[in-house]
């Protein structure tokens, strides 16, 4: 049998993962808390993870611990998946999530296959746990934005939940939404590549 040649491209700039949950105020067009985790296996930056955050404090009814920043255990990964990858993502910009360095933060992660998938990021007194459930399908995205090419495995969820320092955000995923069908979903073997 003989194997037909690969195709090689260069130009990557991010591999890894990149889950994310947009909350909305239930029964409406709400944004209440967007929150995008990003696992970097490779980046131009190094490997490491960063999660970006912003929590309405009134409407998720988080008060004052409701979280706005970036965290991160490579700095650099933060900074640069801001720079690069939200520069045309107006849902993002504007809410003072790039307004101050990074949060150093420690992450841990626990899959239980289709019916589950658990984030928790720990910074100083501030814990940040994501939850994803019940995955709905499991397919590819192949897309063209600004300046790159990206390709991810999507895997769109029927829940999701955020919790800060054990309290449960206040808010509602939509379904279908986007191009992964939801707002809370599961993106792996995501890559970038400048075009």
Do not use: K
């Amino acid at each position: 049998m003989v194997l037909p040649e690969p195709v090689i491209q260069r130009g990557i700039a991010i591999a890894g993962e990149n889950p994310m949950i947009v909350l909305y105020r239930p029964g409406s067009d709400d944004i209440v808390l967007l929150v995008s985790v990003w696992r970097a296996t490779y980046s131009r930056v190094g490997a490491g993870r960063a999660l970006l955050i912003w929590a309405d404090s009134t409407q998720t009814g988080l008060g004052t611990a409701a979280p706005t920043g970036m965290y991160a255990d490579n700095p650099e990964l933060a900074q640069y998946v801001w720079e690069h990858f939200y520069r045309d993502y107006d849902t993002i910009r504007g809410r003072g999530i790039e307004t101050g360095p990074p949060a150093p933060a420690r992450f841990t992660e626990v899959s239980g296959g289709d019916r589950f998938h658990r984030i928790t990021c720990v910074s100083a007194a501030t814990t940040i746990e994501l939850e994803w459930r019940d995955v709905l399908d499991t397919f590819q995205v192949q897309t063209r934005l600004t300046g790159y090419e990206t390709s991810a495995i999507a895997r769109p969820c029927a829940a999701a939940e955020v919790r800060v320092n054990g309290v449960p955000a206040r808010g509602e995923i939509h379904q279908p939404e986007g191009w992964f069908g939801s707002s809370a979903a599961l993106a792996f073997a995501e890559t970038w590549r400048e075009v």
